[in-house]
């Protein structure tokens, strides 16, 4: 079992930035590929960066590019989303998601252990 709990979050104006992370603890080493996830209110939940064990690889939605940073550190397990340039339409509860595999997909069910979530909200 991996358990992920985020933290970060926090309301911010838009133009600003924030810094989530993401601590696992337990089989951590079954983490191999992580990723954060949204879900704004009546929306579903979308996927928004995720990078490889290595970290050699991240991957993002069209919506986060030039914006959000991805990172991992796994000495400290910890995966980290920096945030900037932020807008109203980023509000949203964001989620770490861990997948047994290497591969960093963007769907749902790609992911195996799921944290929390952290909301984020950002005013205009």
């Known amino acids: 079992q991996v358990q992920l709990v985020e933290s970060g979050g926090g309301s911010v104006q838009a133009g600003g930035s924030l810094r989530l992370s993401c601590a696992a603890s337990?089989?951590?080493?079954?983490?191999?590929?992580m990723a954060w996830f949204r879900r704004a209110p009546g929306k579903e939940r979308e996927f928004v960066a995720g990078?490889?064990?290595?970290?050699?690889?991240?991957r993002y939605a069209d919506s986060a590019k030039g914006r959000f940073t991805i990172s991992r550190d796994n000495a400290k397990s910890t995966v980290s989303l920096q945030m900037n340039s932020l807008k109203p339409e980023d509000t949203a509860v964001y989620y770490c998601?861990?997948?047994?595999?290497?591969?960093?997909?963007?769907?749902?069910?790609?992911?195996?252990?799921w944290g929390q979530g952290t909301q984020v909200t950002v005013s205009s």
């Open positions: 990078i490889t064990w290595s970290g050699s690889s991240t």
């Open positions: 337990g089989r951590t080493s079954s983490a191999k590929a």
């Open positions: 998601a861990a997948a047994f595999t290497q591969r960093v997909g963007k769907r749902s069910d790609e992911y195996d252990y």
